[in-house]
């Protein structure tokens, strides 16, 4: 790949770490260079934060690439790790979840409470049939029952499939058909934008469209909302009745470290969603070791990762990596304005939150409602600020950091994907002088690197593709059930060389600093020169004007492709003003360079995003290139298209 237009940031600032967080913190400068010297070594090492209840025998096995073991030998139980032990070690009064509802409810569960409710679960979950290796569905809202049921599962080493409550029946047929689900755990409903949504009937859709082929045979109901809902007293039983009445004790058995833990399946940003999976050990050690590192959690620390369970956010960073460290922490059902739009602050003041993990497509948002909304809150306790999803523009980096942060909180900006299971490019909050909008450097452990085509290493000041050189303990094992895709989809596109592909491309600065610059698949060719999205989005979402913007190359008769943006402005720029489109246009260019120009700019009133906020370009694709839109059952809100294409034509 050549080297992208206009690669220096329009913000030079760097933020070195607070003198105070950097004395005190859990990881310092020296481990970069003791993690370099003795990677395994260094893995065994984290790997000691885990209770094994069997010691492993190699760190790992990669005698068969690319299907690796991690910790081999070794056997544990992650909902031992995650809770029990806590227990055991004195803290069973701490509280694990502060669990706040959308209409205001709110239930604080230690870690005892905690364990009781698990083993309840468990007990009842074998009562219903279910055993290790069977897959389990979970389709639930954000409530402390969807926690329980994820380590029911894992207590009894059935691989869990979290779908985001809300997709669609059909989203949840294909997971359900794919992974061969046995069980489903559902609610009646959840509570979403002041409403009671309902969950169940589209369990029941789902169902009865596999028709013959429906592999389930029970569904478990958490009663949520209290809504009417159909009960087929065959196939369904109530969460509070077979789990209520449960006994609370529950003996975990150990399970090989290389079990499978559970299947996800990616956003579906670029395509088909693939089932991930992921097994235990080095699992639990990566996103354990990283969550304690990254975070610098110390025990006294209130933290809150708003991510929905059904993306691997909230799996790696809301329950397996946090709740392995003891933490205490915040679960959230709602929308961030219900029924105000100071709500998450309102929430960090109330229980004094100290680590906060977020996407760049919640802050924009914040962004566009404007900083007279947090500064009513007391945001004092905030120590460490986290993003993920997406590149942060520095924009809203700075934005996030200076009313968010209260400018002392550092950011970190951590790279991974569902497939690495846990953080891979990030800074350390005591360590590193960030830069807003990039990544910085690996994770302690990690071996990143960017490549050219013929996959040798970029030198500083050039861009290429992001790929991972070495085996890491959270990786992926297989796509479920299909091997061959796995090695065609990550292993295959340098021939002979053991790479693994992440699909984005990224740039190496002149320090070495690492900058996301977006999907491969999504760069731009504009007469032969090559354009990042991330950089013409952040140039754009520079300017006072403009919360969010997206960007596609669209095909042209005259260069190839054509840069075409849509925008969504900020709530103060109103309509913007007659000639704002010349003006974003001129901005553009003036940031970057006059090949990066935008062809056309489409102010609009949202953009399509999945369920986990990335924005899904190849829809916005078609409506440049005046197709029909493209598959959009993942939507996080399907009506979007609709809105962005009526506009356009009521516009033109
Ligand atoms: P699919 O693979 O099905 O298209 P997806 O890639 O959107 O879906 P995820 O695994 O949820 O599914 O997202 C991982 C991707 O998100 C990364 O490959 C990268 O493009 C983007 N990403 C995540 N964190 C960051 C970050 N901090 N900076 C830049 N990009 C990020
Ligand atoms: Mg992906």
């Not at 639990?284 to 304690?292: C, E, G, I, P, R």
Request: with cysteine; aromatic share 8%.
């Amino acid at each position: 790949m050549s080297e992208p237009i206009g690669s220096h940031p329009h913000e030079d600032r760097v933020f070195a770490p607070p003198a105070g967080l950097a004395a005190d913190a859990n990881l310092k400068a020296d481990v970069y260079e003791r993690a370099a010297k003795d990677r395994l070594g260094f893995w065994a090492e984290q790997a000691e934060r885990i209770s094994w209840s069997e010691p492993f025998t190699e760190v790992l096995d990669w005698s068969n690439p690319p299907f690796a073991k991690w910790f081999t030998g070794g056997r544990l139980n992650a909902a031992y790790n995650c809770v029990d032990r806590h227990v055991e070690a004195g803290n069973g009064d701490r509280v694990a979840l502060h669990f706040v509802g959308e209409p205001g409810d709110t239930r604080d569960i230690t870690y005892a409470q905690l364990k009781d409710e698990v083993s309840q679960a468990a007990n009842a979950l074998t009562g219903l049939g279910v055993r290790a290796g069977d897959r389990v569905v979970i389709y639930l809202p954000m409530i402390p029952e969807a926690v329980v049921a994820m380590l029911a599962c894992a207590r009894l080493g059935a691989p869990h499939t979290v779908v985001f409550g809300g997709f669609s029946a059909d989203a949840l047929a294909s997971r359900v058909l794919d992974c061969d689900a046995r069980l489903v755990i559902t609610a009646d409903g959840g509570h979403r934008r002041g409403a009671a949504s309902p969950l169940k009937p589209a369990v029941d859709e789902a169902l009865a469209k596999l028709g013959r082929k429906n592999p389930v045979e029970h569904v478990v109901v958490v009663r949520r909302t209290g809504q009417e809902t159909a009960f087929d007293g065959a196939t369904d039983v109530w969460w509070h009745e077979v789990v209520g009445g449960a006994s609370t004790a529950h003996t975990p058995e150990a399970f090989d470290s290389e079990h499978p833990l559970y299947v996800m399946y990616t956003s579906g940003t670029t395509g088909k969603p693939k089932g991930i999976l992921h097994t235990t050990g080095g699992y639990l050690v990566q996103t354990a070791y990283s969550f304690w590192g990254v975070f610098d959690h110390k025990p006294d620390d209130v933290y809150w990762c708003t991510a929905d369970i059904g993306w691997v956010t909230g799996h790696s960073y809301l329950v397996y990596g946090p709740l392995a460290n003891g933490v205490t922490q915040v679960l959230y059902e709602g929308t961030p304005d219900t029924p105000h739009k100071g709500r998450w602050w309102e929430i960090v003041q109330d229980k004094k939150v100290t680590l906060f993990y977020t996407a760049p497509t919640a802050i924009r948002t914040c962004m566009k409602w404007g900083e007279r909304i947090p500064a009513e809150y007391d945001l004092s306790t905030l120590r460490v600020l986290g993003s993920v999803g997406e590149s942060i523009n520095p924009e809203a980096y700075l934005w996030y950091r200076d009313n968010i942060g209260q400018r002392k909180a550092p950011i970190v900006d951590t790279w991974w994907q569902t497939e690495t299971g846990g953080h891979m490019i990030t800074p350390l909050p005591g360590v590193t002088a960030a830069k807003p909008g990039s990544a910085m450097t690996p994770l302690p452990g990690i071996s990143v690197d960017v490549v050219d085509d013929a996959g040798n290493s970029v030198p500083n000041g050039e861009s290429g593709y992001l790929v991972v050189r070495e085996p890491w303990p959270a990786m992926l094992r297989t796509i479920w059930g299909d091997d061959e895709r796995y090695k065609e989809t990550y292993w295959s596109r340098w021939e002979g060389l053991s790479l693994y592909f992440a699909g984005d491309g990224a740039k190496r600065d002149a320090d070495g600093a690492i900058w996301l610059l977006g999907r491969v698949d999504d760069v731009m060719n504009v007469s032969g020169h090559r354009l990042s999205t991330t950089e013409i989005e952040s140039a754009l979402v520079s300017h006072p004007k403009v919360a969010e913007a997206a960007v596609v190359g669209a095909a042209d008769e005259t260069t190839g492709q054509a840069v075409v943006a849509f925008v969504i402005l900020r709530e103060s720029a109103a309509d913007g003003g007659a000639d704002l489109t010349t003006e974003l246009a001129a901005h553009v260019r003036r940031e970057i360079g006059p090949i990066a120009k935008p062809k056309r700019i489409l102010v609009v009133p949202e953009l399509p995003k999945t369920r986990s906020g990335k924005i899904m370009r190849r829809l916005l694709r078609d409506v440049a290139e005046n197709r029909a839109i493209g598959d959009a059952t993942t939507l996080a809100d399907t009506t979007v298209m609709t809105q962005i294409t009526a506009g356009l034509s009521a516009s033109s």
